[in-house]
């Protein structure tokens, strides 16, 4: 039989009470319904049995709900916590919020708004207790970094799970410092990144912040996935979880292209008869055929004449430019729009695929 | 003059990395070049031949190509496709290019 999630409600209103516990026991999900008038008698309920849920006013007599509310968050980080209050003030909002609450709402005077909250609850209810870092949405927290880095955004994420919190920072784009438990740069984002769940919060960026982070976001977000996935699954990593991180990975490689606005790249390994592996193009084969014959002939022309091997081989056509990089294990063709800048583009195109099978 | 030939002798050669310009019809015929007479034609049809050669396999692999480049450690072919042939600049490298 499924176990039914416990929700605490907490006002010092009775008939308050009464009403609510009537509304959410009409939820889909069936939850069980436990009441309060105190806040101190919440925390020892909450001692003394886990809960899902927490739905506590904010004007209360002896403990307000933000104080209660402050010693849940340290003390029982994976409880969901809703503030309900007929306050209108902005400051509580945001005092909330920095808190960590998952949802702040005014009492519901329409059928209307009563409909929504009731909704929102029974989301909060739902979700997966060991998945999602809680903010104002619920996302992992490398999508999170990943979609700050993406949109070029510059912020300092909080990022808080019960007592602990860390902090990373974004400039432009690019992931530069991170700091959290006494630890600093590397070692810190690798830690953050740990937490399985949480809430974070964006604060203003930091001009002139120090930077000691210089890999690039994505390769360290791929380093720390795998890493993850090792611990999760050290030897039996069954299919689904294979084809999650396969999709994972190439979500990366997506992301890094964009970032780096490239068009496509699709890598050739060097044994014979492998085949090569594209990323935002369709002709992924005919490609790896064109880079196969182009190494050919490049190691027949660099044989005959003595010139070298081959460092890189550059080409355009009217809207592309291309590069082709032959490295140790694998050869790589990367393809850049022919409008963009076309300086440098061997470096760029080097410091695209330097990450690309971390 | 024959007797001077006695002291003259034959010293190993160096094969130098051939400089200039070649242009190439769609069958690899040279049709002028400003490459020194020392690089024999053999080599530069090896060139053309490769070089027109990739621009046809890259049109087959939905790239059609108008320009390449091929850096080798010690020398540069770019080569700009004309009409099915193509004009091939060759540009050895040494201490004071061999960034370009």
């Not at chain 1, 990943?146 to 860390?166: A, D, H, K, P, Y």
Request: proline fraction near 4%.
């Amino acid at each position: 039989m499924e176990s039914r999630h416990k929700v605490l409600i907490v006002d010092d209103d009775p008939a308050v009470l009464e009403l609510y516990r009537d509304l959410l026991a009409q939820l889909p999900s069936k939850p069980e319904i436990f009441t309060t008038t105190s806040g101190s008698r919440a925390l020892s309920m909450l001692k003394s049995e886990p809960f899902r849920l927490l739905l506590c006013d904010l004007k209360m007599p002896k403990m307000d709900g933000l104080q209660v509310l402050s010693i849940v968050r340290r003390s029982f980080p994976e409880l969901r916590t809703v503030v309900m209050t007929a306050v209108h003030n902005e400051e509580f909002r945001s005092r909330a919020y920095a808190l960590g609450v998952d949802l702040f709402w005014l009492k519901p005077d329409t059928q209307q708004n009563m409909e929504m909250f009731l909704q929102c609850v029974e989301s909060l209810l739902g979700r997966d207790e060991e998945s999602g870092f809680r903010g104002v949405q619920s996302k992992s927290l490398m999508d999170l970094i990943q979609m700050e880095c993406l949109s070029q955004s510059s912020t300092v994420l909080r990022i808080t799970r019960g007592s602990v919190n860390g902090r990373i920072w974004i400039s432009s784009g690019e992931l530069i410092d991170a700091e959290t438990e006494g630890l600093r740069g590397e070692p810190a984002f690798r830690r953050i990144l740990e937490w399985k769940s949480g809430t974070f919060e964006n604060l203003p960026a930091e001009n002139g912040r120090e930077r000691t982070i210089n890999k690039p976001a994505n390769a360290l977000l791929l380093e720390a996935a795998q890493a993850m996935d090792e611990i999760a699954a050290p030897e039996t990593q069954s299919s689904e979880e294979a084809e999650v991180a396969d999709h994972r990975k190439t979500v990366w490689r997506l992301a890094s292209l964009t970032r780096a606005g490239a068009d496509f790249v699709v890598s050739l390994p060097q044994e014979p008869q492998s085949k090569a592996e594209g990323w935002g193009t369709e002709a992924t084969q005919e490609l790896g055929v064109w880079m196969q014959q182009a190494l050919e002939a490049s190691n027949k022309l660099a044989h005959n004449l003595q010139a070298g091997s081959l460092t890189s081989l550059e080409g355009r056509s009217l809207d592309l430019r291309i590069v082709l990089l032959p490295e140790d294990d694998k050869t790589y063709l990367v393809g850049w729009p022919a409008d963009g800048p076309s300086t440098q583009l061997a470096e760029k195109s080097k410091q695209l695929v330097s990450s690309w099978d971390s | 003059m024959g007797f001077l030939s006695l002291f003259s002798k034959q010293s190993p050669g160096v094969q130098v990395l051939p400089s200039g310009t070649v242009t190439v019809d769609r069958n690899n015929k040279i049709l002028a070049t400003t490459v020194s007479s020392a690089c024999s034609e053999d080599v530069l049809q090896e060139i053309g031949d490769h070089v027109l050669t990739l621009f046809r396999q890259a049109r087959k692999a939905q790239l059609p190509l108008s320009e390449l480049t091929l850096h080798f450690s010690s020398l540069k072919i770019t080569a700009k496709e004309m009409r099915g042939g193509a004009i091939i600049f060759l540009a050895p490298k040494h201490t004071f290019n061999a960034a370009s």
